[in-house]
């Protein structure tokens, strides 16, 4: 299980690598894609030297890419002495494999990406849980011989996988460590219970932010409950575990307001199983504040991210609040165009406190019916 774990948490830092990013139908979407793993990327401090694109090829089902492809990314790795290769597409075990033999460098894909990230920023006992879980119903798949990024659990790339016999045993170990893990997740989601129950019985409204990673949603909930101990920082995936503050909205009216993990558009489904516990805090509250950036990635992937896990929650009816945040990064202009857009939308700045009272009296109307004119 050691060898596991070194697999799964390596250090990234200062490792050259490049990316490699499917062109997507627009312009604009293959531009907002390929910054987004690079951001995953600079969160892991990898130090990426250049961004391949290649055209979505379904005549490679072994590679990916085709020869031609493979062959100019060989010559880059060898000449910029790359050990790492990201690729944006989900691979299959089987491509990565091939992939790791053709093109003599480390190979992972978005999803193992993300999985990286989240172990670095687990931080807590659940957090680690959670993580630790969603890492190993990745690897589990993966776990084969020869050649794999896992074969490191043998060895270096390029020597000999371990035998079949000891892969065996790796998997066997992985699959009772599943068992364990989901054994202590439904604990949490006990204890999370309990906590609802206690939080119920206070009578006081509960409402959960939901968002992209990175928009402002502890830096939001630390304003707000003028309490400013909840962790911010300009990087993917801060937040992993909730955390529920009480905000006073004006007169006698209070909410408790949660904060939790950040989404990115199709977070993979190992994270989302895992963290169910978590996304759980959503389910229960009264009400939903979506926020989103409104100075960086598009309003729609942003929100397309938010509607797949409320649709995944099953959570479709809930009153729900849009909220713009960083408009202190805007132009008039350019705030002007969004409001057109979103009439019904709040615009903030959770920096500088711009907008909050607004979104204060928008709270207190959906949660105790109290209309400000
Ligand atoms: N300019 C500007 N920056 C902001 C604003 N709100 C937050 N930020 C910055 O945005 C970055 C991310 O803020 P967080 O509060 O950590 O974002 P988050 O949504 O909690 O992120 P995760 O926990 O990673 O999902 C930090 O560098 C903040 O200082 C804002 O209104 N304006
Ligand atoms: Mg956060």
């Known amino acids: ?46 130090k990426v030297l250049h961004t391949f694109f290649v055209r979505n090829n379904t005549v490679h089902p072994g590679t990916y890419i085709g020869s031609g492809k493979i062959e100019e990314l060989k010559r880059f790795i060898s000449e910029h002495k790359i050990s790492i290769s990201i690729f944006e597409p989900e691979l299959s075990p089987v491509q990565q494999r091939n992939l790791e033999q053709l093109l003599g460098s480390y190979v992972i894909d978005r999803t193992a990406l993300i999985l990286h990230i989240f172990a670095q920023h ?35 790339l390029g020597t000999r996988g371990p035998g079949e016999m000891k892969l065996e045993v790796y998997r066997r170990r992985i699959k009772e460590r599943i068992h364990i893990l989901n054994q ?52 993917f995936f801060s937040t992993l575990d909730p955390a529920t503050r009480l905000v006073h909205l004006g007169d006698n009216s209070f909410c408790l307001i949660t904060d939790t993990v950040g989404l990115i558009y199709n977070l993979p489904r190992q994270l989302i199983g895992a963290f169910k516990a978590t ?41 729900c609040i849009e909220v713009f945040n ?44 109290v209309k400000v004119v």
């Open 184 to 235: 202590k997740i439904k604990e949490i989601e006990k204890h999370r219970n309990l906590l609802r129950n206690a939080r119920k019985k206070r009578n006081i409204p509960v409402v959960s932010l939901l968002g992209y990673t990175n928009v402002g949603k502890s830096t939001l909930l630390n304003r707000l409950s003028e309490k400013k101990n909840l962790y911010v920082a300009d990087k």
């Open 279 to 319: 996304l759980e805090e959503i389910v229960f509250s009264d009400a939903l504040i979506i926020l989103y950036d409104a100075s960086t990635i598009s309003i729609e992937r942003q929100k397309e991210a938010s509607l797949q896990v409320i649709k995944l929650l099953g959570i479709e009816g809930k009153p």
């Open 122 to 156: 687990a931080k807590t006992h659940e957090g680690k849980i959670q993580v630790e879980l969603a890492q190993l119903n990745y690897l589990l798949p993966r776990l084969t011989g020869h050649g794999t990024s896992l074969s490191r659990l043998g060895g270096g």
């Open 326 to 369: 960083k408009i202190d990064l805007l132009s008039p202009e350019e705030i002007n165009i969004l409001k057109g857009e979103f009439p019904e939308g709040i615009f903030i700045s959770a920096l500088t406190g711009e907008g909050l009272e607004k979104l204060k009296e928008k709270l207190k109307e959906i949660l105790y019916g």
């Open 1 to 46: 299980m050691k060898r596991i774990k070194e697999v799964i948490s390596q250090d990234f830092r200062g490792k050259r690598s490049i990316i490699v990013a499917l062109k997507k139908r627009t312009k604009k979407e293959t531009e907002e894609t390929a910054r987004e793993i690079l951001l995953l990327a600079k969160t892991l401090k990898l």
